[in-house]
């Protein structure tokens, strides 16, 4: 299996406590800043490595934001953070977003692929995590196998992998990502990474939910 040919499986992951050792500073030549009103295509086109949105994805990604976002769209702006570089490029980013009214989450990670290897999903994911109180865990958020650079810097910042349980209306797919992840992932990496059951209390709390909001 090559990592273009990595299904779309769910994969879960909660954190309880911020591992502190896990935070980094961005570096000199970059800084962060929140994304703005007029840049709500630049943030669309983020996952596809592009400019603006392909086409055949351009109504899931307004989809996404009208189900997560749309009822508050000053929220989401203040909650997503760019990285950008000195010409104010957006180049990384991450969310947060208080899922449904009821938990907080992560969102949409992302450094565009030239900007790869700089440590920038590190820093940016730093800069949202040090903003949560402990009162405000646990944090959850979802990914995909594909997605595996990912869940390695998760499980560094304390995440764990979610087992069992269908969580809202998608299935916990995690027994099919396991061995995906065992083959992408650095042995000594993939053997820290932690799998615990999904609360009870979160399943309940997400059972009724048919929108994608984490």
Not at 157 to 171: D, E, S, T
Not at 182 to 211: A, C, G, S, W, Y
């Amino acid at each position: 299996m090559t990592e273009e040919e990595i299904p779309d499986y769910n994969i879960f992951m909660m954190c309880e406590r911020l591992n502190e050792e896990a935070l980094s500073q961005l570096k000199s030549e970059y800084y962060f800043r929140n994304c703005r009103p007029n840049e709500l295509q630049i943030w669309k086109a983020f996952p596809f490595d592009s400019e603006t949105v392909p086409t055949e994805y351009e109504d899931f990604m307004n989809q996404i934001i009208n189900d997560s976002y749309g009822s508050d769209m000053k929220t989401f702006f203040s909650n997503t953070i760019f990285v950008c570089n000195k010409d104010d490029k957006p180049i990384a980013t991450c969310s947060h977003w208080k899922a449904y009214g009821k938990f907080n989450s992560i969102h949409w990670l992302k450094t565009i692929k030239e900007y790869e290897g700089q440590c920038l999903g590190r820093a940016v994911l730093s800069e949202i995590m040090k903003s949560f109180s402990s009162d405000d865990f646990p944090i959850y958020l979802h990914t995909q196998p594909g997605s595996f650079r990912a869940v390695k810097l998760y499980a560094d910042f304390g995440f764990k992998l979610l087992k069992g349980g269908q969580i809202g209306h998608r299935p916990n797919e995690l027994e099919k990502c396991l061995p995906i992840l065992r083959e992408f992932i650095p042995k000594k990496d993939f053997e820290k990474l932690e799998i615990v059951d999904t609360p009870q209390h979160f399943i309940k709390l997400v059972e009724n939910e048919t929108t994608i909001q984490f």
